[in-house]
């Protein structure tokens, strides 16, 4: 027996049935759902982190109470997130 017989596998896999969902398929799935969570919910992260910071110097330069509301309401948001 040469090495290329004995590195081919001796057990071939059943067919798989197409009402069932394999392990497989469900490993893609759960890749692509963190994926998805990664490519949206990281940006919006930073994004708010940096608006939180403008909102707050701008409220700290001009006094407005507008941007301290709006500074808790998306620093709400962000500690929600992160």
């Given amino acids: 027996m040469s090495w290329r017989e004995a590195a081919q596998p001796t057990v071939t896999p059943e067919p798989a049935d197409p009402g069932k969902m ?7 799935w759960q ?6 969570n ?9 994004g708010l982190a940096f608006l939180t910071a403008w909102l707050q110097t701008a409220w700290y330069r001009s006094g407005k ?3 301290l509301r709006l ?5 709400a948001q962000w500690r929600w997130r992160a």
């Fill in 71 to 75: 500074t808790r309401f998306f620093g």
């Fill in 38 to 46: 990664h490519f949206f919910f990281v940006p919006v992260t930073i």
């Fill in 22 to 28: 394999m392990t497989l398929d469900l490993a893609r």
């Fill in 31 to 36: 890749f692509a759902l963190t994926s998805i």
């Fill in 65 to 67: 109470p507008e941007y």
